[in-house]
């Protein structure tokens, strides 16, 4: 009887993934390395051991593209194998003019054409059926947070933004895929789901917010219906996850997410990008839902649901932005007592339509006013932050440290008005042995500065 020779089962090929930008980047950073993994790859969490290193760009700010440059440049001389995906991938020439040896180029979201890429530059060894059990998507986020994008690409034509030309006009995912999504996110642990977009109050009117049959009932295509299905998941423990909107343009239908905040169906948040307060730099912005009556909206909101954070980012020094429509603004934000301010300063992006309006303001000046809104907008988070010390509060725990020499462990964790990496957070003292990341507990807030909450868990 003939000897059979064993099949030799060659090593995975690895992939490196350096992920820039937005949220937005990192669900399509997660995407195409499930895809990946699918196709038989194994991830490198370095260059060394990478066959291939994908660069994930922004290409929306001058500095984000220059940002973009140096990880390309770094990885070239780390590694040497290099694709180039994202937004800044619609300016392959320039890559190219710089990088020359970069193997491919290619835009935002385009899964398959990075995928075929890597195919090309390092040819899978392993197929995907190696593995007796599946294993799950590729998460570049802890456990017990994630990322839920329900949609690509933007309608707005906001004279300082080139997302509509990096990304496309807007293009709703089906409200059923979305749905089955964060379901399964949830079973798989997710305690927090992050909902973002380029414009989450404009979900589904591209088709017409058209019903899609879930559950054994029709959801409409559309922000309100979106929220109250995903406020009605629940973990294997029978938790409500909490789930926080992100990018809401202030549109009327918006009134009606407020009571489902109330009821506790959802977390009471939302993240809205005024960008400025004074109608003429709003008009010059080309900015949309420019209503008088947001002040009015926003005091309506706290009415329903007392708890709600609203957060929100400003620009700065925008071209024609006079002393006058610079303290207009801060005495918005003095009546809008807004929970959690970012500023940014104008810089002009190649190919958007502000660069050419005249009126351009001095970079000093630009400094001077980004210092005095900081200052007023941290004045406003301090004092609101205050109003917390001694009450109870709900907070996510986001990582527990280790025990010091006495003993003691201390956690970091959020509370409903924090979101990850861009907001404040919750530090506690005195973390009880067995406290994990995603567990969500009862928080006596003891201090606060102008960022931050200090507390322990009630019972300690």
Not at 221 to 229: F, G, I, Q, S
Not at 382 to 400: F, H, S, T
Request: proline fraction near 6%; include cysteine; glycine fraction near 8%.
């Amino acid at each position: 009887m003939a000897s059979q020779i064993p099949t030799q089962i060659p090593d995975q090929k690895r992939i490196g993934m350096v992920s820039l930008g937005c949220p937005k980047a990192l669900v399509d950073s997660e995407r195409i390395l499930t895809k990946l993994r699918a196709d038989g790859y194994a991830m490198s969490a370095d260059y060394e051991g990478a066959d291939v290193v994908l660069v994930n760009t922004c290409g929306f700010l001058d500095s984000a593209k220059e940002e973009s440059l140096s990880a390309i440049g770094e990885a070239i001389a780390e590694n040497g194998r290099v694709i180039v995906t994202g937004c800044m991938g619609n300016e392959a020439e320039l890559i190219r003019a710089k990088f020359p040896e970069v193997l491919a180029v290619t835009g935002a979201h385009q899964y398959e054409a990075v995928v075929e890429a890597v195919h090309q530059a390092a040819p899978p060894t392993q197929g995907p059926f190696i593995d007796l059990v599946p294993q799950t998507d590729v998460k570049l986020t802890p456990r017990h947070y994630s990322y839920l994008k329900i949609s690509e690409g933007c309608n707005h034509a906001c004279s300082f933004c080139i997302i509509p030309s990096l990304r496309g006009k807007l293009a709703s995912r089906r409200i059923d895929a979305v749905l089955r999504e964060a379901e399964k996110l949830v079973a798989a642990g997710t305690r927090e789901l992050l909902v973002i977009s380029q414009d989450t109050s404009a979900y589904g009117v591209d088709v017409r917010h058209e019903e899609r049959t879930w559950k054994d009932h029709p959801v409409r295509t559309h922000m309100t219906d979106l929220a109250r299905e995903l406020g009605g998941l629940r973990s294997a423990d029978g938790t409500r996850p909490w789930v926080r909107l992100h990018y809401v343009y202030p549109y009327p239908h918006v009134d009606a997410v407020i009571p489902l905040m109330a009821e506790g169906l959802i977390t009471p948040y939302l993240d809205i990008p005024f960008q400025h307060a004074a109608p003429s730099v709003l008009k010059a912005m080309k900015r949309p839902a420019n209503e008088a009556k947001v002040l009015e909206r926003l005091k309506a909101w706290r009415e329903i649901c007392p708890d709600i954070a609203i957060r929100s980012s400003f620009v700065v020094g925008f071209p024609g932005e006079t002393e006058a429509d610079f303290q207009y603004l801060l005495d918005w934000l003095d009546e809008a007592q807004l929970d959690r301010v970012g500023a940014f300063r104008f810089e002009p992006v190649e190919g958007a339509s502000a660069n050419d309006l005249p009126g351009a303001v001095p970079e000093e000046v630009k400094e001077e006013r980004f210092a005095r809104i900081m200052a007023k907008t941290e004045a406003i988070s301090a004092a609101k932050l205050q109003a917390k010390v001694g009450r109870l509060l709900p907070v996510i725990i986001d990582e527990v440290g280790e025990p010091d020499e006495d003993g003691d462990r201390g956690a970091t964790g959020r509370s409903q008005a924090d979101a990850p990496e861009i907001d404040g957070a919750v530090f506690l003292r005195d973390a009880p042995e067995g406290l994990q990341p995603g567990d969500i507990v009862q928080v006596r807030v003891e201090d606060a500065d102008a960022h931050d909450l200090f507390g322990v868990i009630e019972g300690r």
